[in-house]
């Protein structure tokens, strides 16, 4: 049980304790009572300043997210670092195809397990580590696209590998270029548009189906693409998967010339560009992200601000949701978890979506505090 203002109060709340009519003392709204929008405003309206309310009880779902994501972020953590030892050490070491293969595997495993809560680990990002954490991103959105499409599991693991390896190319490309906060000169952009050129040639132990993927991922299926301009069905199908799944990540990543985008600002970009993808993976790929990607920040019919944490599939408008602020922008103790496919809160709806400032302020409030990743 614990005190909360009534100001700060947040439909889906269960009331601890009965709320009194200020003269009469009976009861206007009994203990157990879930809150919605309406009750919330006709305690308010009585001058009642605080209640009580339960601490959040977990559901099922719930204990096994608490019991998984430790571990998943451990796991995806050190994919990450084990990226930038084989990325870094390239150059002396040819990169093995069987390390990367043992690496994806337990990748693919932790999809299989819970893939929201793998798509979750993705908008997690640090700066310093953009290219590996991009890598295994594209590698974990890649996978779960390909499982869209009824890839086996071998099949899945062949796609997450080539991903994962997908711009190795780039060690090839001056850290000052790659990272430069500014418009690219003619001889920069020609570095740039060879880097799936200078990655096969690192990956000489590698099949050569992935070998063609890290050629063509930067192809496009209108043919506006590089390094060979090919088109449509030239290029390699499970190419057109990572290159989806690598614009993507990187629209939502924060770069040197740009703050990340918000997921919606991502999907609006790659629909503006449609005839550049192949429209039955960008198919697959919407069935994956859904109306409202996870990882985005949205504002409530009732005002306070949530993120997505898992899809509905059937319920696309209406997925579960993690409300961190109050309606008067004050951060919870507590996030609290609402399913909005759930009946009993029907009377609430994801108004908007945040904007890119928003959601960046928000994620730089959060990133400043510990546990983030618990939060989120």
């Not at 049980?1 to 269960?14: A, E, F, H, Q």
């Not at 040819?94 to 908008?123: C, F, G, I, Y």
């Not at 960008?282 to 306070?304: D, R």
């Amino acid at each position: 049980m614990r005190t909360i203002k009534t100001t700060n109060l947040v439909p889906g709340m269960v009331l601890g304790q009965d709320v009194l009519f200020p003269r009469t003392g009976a009861t206007l709204v009994s203990a157990g009572t879930k809150l919605t929008f309406d009750l919330i405003r006709r305690i308010e309206s009585f001058g009642i300043r605080e209640v009580i309310i339960m601490q959040s009880g977990k559901t099922q779902q719930e204990a096994k997210e608490e019991e998984l994501l430790p571990v998943f972020t451990e796991y995806h953590d050190r994919v990450i670092t084990t990226a930038n030892e084989i990325f870094t050490n390239s150059e002396q070491q040819p990169v093995q195809a069987r390390v990367v293969k043992n690496l994806v595997s337990e990748l693919l495993e932790q999809v299989e397990l819970d893939s929201d809560l793998m798509l979750n680990l993705t908008h997690l990002k640090s700066y310093d580590d953009y290219l590996f954490s991009h890598c295994v991103n594209v590698s974990i959105l890649s996978i779960l696209i390909g499982e869209a499409l009824g890839y086996p599991k071998e099949e899945l693991n062949l796609i997450g590998t080539a991903a994962l390896v997908h711009d190795l190319g780039m060690m090839k490309v001056p850290n000052k270029i790659w990272k430069k906060n500014g418009v690219l000169d003619a001889e920069e952009v020609n570095l740039i548009k060879n880097h799936p050129l200078y990655g096969v040639e690192m990956l000489k132990d590698f099949p050569e189906e992935i070998l063609s993927i890290v050629k063509e991922h930067h192809e496009k299926y209108d043919g506006s693409g590089y390094p060979q301009g090919l088109k449509g069905e030239e290029i390699a199908f499970k190419a057109r998967i990572v290159g989806l799944a690598d614009v993507y990540d990187a629209c939502i990543s924060n770069r040197p010339y740009r703050p990340r985008l918000t997921p919606q600002q991502a999907l609006q970009i790659i629909f503006q560009d449609k005839e550049k993808y192949d429209p039955h993976i960008l198919k697959a790929f919407i069935s994956v992200m859904a109306i409202y990607p996870i990882g985005s920040l949205v504002k409530l019919n009732t005002g306070e601000i949530a993120k997505v944490i898992r899809v509905n599939k059937n319920q696309p408008f209406r997925p579960v949701i993690k409300v961190l602020f109050d309606r008067n922008g004050n951060k919870l103790d507590e996030p609290l978890r609402i399913n909005l496919d759930d009946d009993r809160n029907n009377v609430i709806h994801i108004k908007d979506n945040l904007s890119a400032e928003e959601s960046n302020a928000i994620m730089q409030q959060l990133n400043e505090e510990p546990g983030v990743a618990e939060q989120l």
